[in-house]
């Protein structure tokens, strides 16, 4: 469904160059959880940027149901992890969840009903004409998931979005965008630096190397679903898959010299 | 609830009475220095009489016609400059390219004083109202300028990518994301403005001779009526105060939203 293939982008130029991305190639099959998994600064980001069509990749490409991905496209939501700086401070919930559905072509009932459905999907029935800044941390970031399932996308591009709250909030947050990606069929491609999270939540599990950034290795997630917080990570394989990719990252970087992490 | 609300009360029933107390403080102070000849009487008379002198001026249609006449080369000062400065700001501030092109004009003509241009105000307007509103608007122009550059120059770029990533074209973008953004930069920028207006055309009015406040300012220090040369300072002063509580309450109404708000509300 999502292809992605030879992808790299180098920033800057001449002796300043930096190898973001060397050489990525994986793809997303419909309805599947994919993870990607790799050392802090490893151009995690700038490859979810170049899916979204965000940002131009230096070569390679990335497809959409065989269509190059050349700007944003219409089936793609995003979730950030700045949640407080993606959401509008000047919109109240409602407003910023029905902000990206102007140019969907859907009456007014039709709107407000895929906005309330949303609102209740993330647990934040009643918060509706409340400002982003009223709410917590955690709140924040349903919004910003309701907002991108309003939007009704085919994919949904997360960008280490539980990175900034607490443990247990995070833990709230996971479950919720598992329930949510069964209740809106939709395809994840959830980006973090979490080993757990990544085990957690994924169908597969995509491991990147330090920059130059390449695939290391792609690893199936055989846990039984549902997932369940404490039941899952008690299993065997679990610990098992989480071990495996922990070392696999610290082999790869035990070997590359120490370079300069682009941020 | 009771006991609660004498809490709560009390100690913004002191806050008032520790504001006020410096203020009552420093006009006894002024009327005893007056009164008892430490500060000559002929330049400095006791407070009581410059406000006697203040509710006589309430009473007479010259004052409040010097007051309208000064309000209105404010207003048109700082109407001209906001429909040129808020749109130069927004062409500038969204432009690397047009920034780069008119920066260095602009830090040239910025620090120009405004006083500077009387002379030329009276070679091309001439001493009435024009002269006063031109020296307004141009001081004006600049903080408005300023302020709605950087405005537009601050969006953030996540918002700016959320807006792109759920497929916003220009306009909305500019309209729904970037202009919201800098709103309070403008807010700023017009209550600078707005003070710097009114002290230009106060100030064309003491120097060109405008009608309006600073010419009955002048007026009474040539007739020697130190009364209300003072009368009509406080009224100045008053003046400048009720127009920045004005733009400041009209903040808090737009800006709700904004960290610098959210503890009004």
């Known amino acids: 469904m999502l292809d992605v293939s030879g992808l790299s982008k180098t920033y800057g130029e001449g002796r300043r160059v930096t190898h973001a991305i060397a050489d990525l190639s994986f793809s997303v099959s419909e309805g599947e959880f994919v993870c990607v998994v790799g050392p802090s600064g490893c151009g995690k980001t700038t490859l979810l940027r170049c899916m979204a069509g965000l940002l131009a990749p230096t070569s390679g490409r990335v497809a959409l149901r065989g269509q190059v991905v050349d700007g944003p496209p219409e089936q793609i939501g995003f979730v950030f992890q700045e949640y407080s700086r993606s959401l509008m401070p000047w919109l109240s919930l409602r407003d910023n969840i029905a902000l990206p559905l102007r140019h969907k072509a859907l009456g007014r009932d039709e709107?407000?009903?895929?906005?309330?459905?949303?609102?209740?999907?993330?647990?934040?029935?009643?918060?509706?004409?409340?400002?982003?800044?009223?709410?917590?941390?955690?709140?924040?970031?349903?919004?910003?998931?309701?907002?991108?399932?309003?939007?009704?996308?085919?994919?949904?591009?997360?960008?280490?979005?539980?990175?900034?709250?607490?443990?247990?909030?995070?833990?709230?947050?996971?479950?919720?965008?598992?329930?949510?990606?069964?209740?809106?069929?939709?395809?994840?491609?959830?980006?973090?630096?979490?080993?757990?999270?990544?085990?957690?939540?994924?169908?597969?599990?995509?491991?990147?190397?330090?920059?130059?950034?390449?695939?290391?290795?792609?690893?199936?997630?055989?846990?039984?679903?549902?997932?369940?917080?404490?039941?899952?990570?008690?299993?065997?394989?679990?610990?098992?898959?989480?071990?495996?990719?922990?070392?696999?990252?610290k082999r790869k970087q035990d070997d590359t010299p120490d370079l300069p992490a682009p941020t | 609830m009771t006991t609660q609300r004498v809490r709560t009360a009390r100690p913004r029933a002191r806050a008032v009475a520790q504001t006020w107390s410096g203020v009552a403080a420093v006009l006894v102070l002024a009327e005893l220095a007056s009164r008892t000849g430490l500060l000559p009487r002929r330049y400095f008379p006791p407070v009581t009489e410059m406000f006697a002198e203040l509710g006589r001026q309430l009473t007479e249609p010259s004052f409040w016609s010097a007051v309208a006449q000064t309000l209105q080369g404010w207003a048109l000062g700082l109407g001209i400059a906001a429909v040129f400065a808020v749109p130069a700001g927004m062409l500038l501030g969204t432009s690397a390219v047009r920034y780069r092109a008119f920066r260095v004009i602009i830090e040239f003509l910025?620090?120009?004083?405004?006083?500077?241009?009387?002379?030329?105000?009276?070679?091309?307007?001439?001493?009435?109202?024009?002269?006063?509103v031109f020296l307004a608007a141009f001081a004006a122009f600049w903080p408005l300028l300023i302020q709605t550059l950087y405005g537009m120059q601050d969006v953030d770029p996540v918002a700016l990518d959320t807006a792109r990533v759920y497929r916003l074209g220009r306009v909305e973008?500019?309209?729904?994301?970037?202009?919201?953004?800098?709103?309070?930069?403008?807010?700023?920028?017009?209550?600078?403005?707005?003070?710097?207006?009114?002290?230009?055309?106060?100030?064309?009015?003491?120097?060109?001779?405008?009608?309006?406040?600073?010419?009955?300012?002048?007026?009474?220090?040539?007739?020697?009526?130190?009364?209300?040369?003072?009368?009509?300072?406080?009224?100045?002063?008053?003046?400048?105060?009720?127009?920045?509580?004005?733009f400041a309450a009209g903040e808090r109404r737009v800006l709700h939203w904004h960290p610098s708000q959210r503890d009004a509300r």
């Open chain 2, 173 to 246: 973008r500019l309209t729904r994301v970037v202009l919201p953004g800098a709103v309070p930069y403008v807010a700023t920028g017009l209550r600078i403005s707005s003070s710097v207006a009114l002290i230009l055309a106060v100030t064309a009015e003491l120097v060109i001779g405008s009608p309006g406040l600073g010419r009955e300012i002048n007026a009474a220090r040539v007739g020697g009526a130190t009364d209300l040369l003072y009368a009509l300072i406080i009224v100045t002063g008053l003046l400048g105060w009720a127009l920045n509580a004005l």
């Open chain 2, 110 to 132: 910025r620090p120009i004083p405004s006083v500077a241009l009387v002379p030329l105000a009276i070679l091309v307007y001439g001493v009435g109202l024009e002269s006063k």
């Open chain 1, 111 to 249: 709107r407000n009903r895929l906005v309330e459905d949303a609102v209740e999907s993330v647990g934040l029935t009643g918060f509706m004409d409340h400002y982003p800044w009223e709410l917590s941390g955690g709140m924040q970031q349903r919004v910003a998931i309701a907002r991108a399932l309003a939007y009704q996308p085919e994919i949904l591009l997360m960008d280490e979005p539980f990175a900034s709250v607490d443990a247990q909030t995070r833990a709230d947050l996971e479950d919720l965008v598992l329930r949510v990606r069964t209740a809106y069929g939709v395809t994840v491609v959830f980006v973090t630096h979490d080993i757990d999270e990544a085990v957690y939540l994924g169908d597969r599990v995509v491991v990147l190397t330090p920059p130059p950034t390449a695939v290391q290795e792609v690893l199936p997630v055989a846990l039984p679903e549902p997932r369940d917080q404490v039941e899952t990570k008690e299993l065997p394989e679990f610990a098992h898959l989480r071990a495996h990719i922990f070392r696999s990252i």
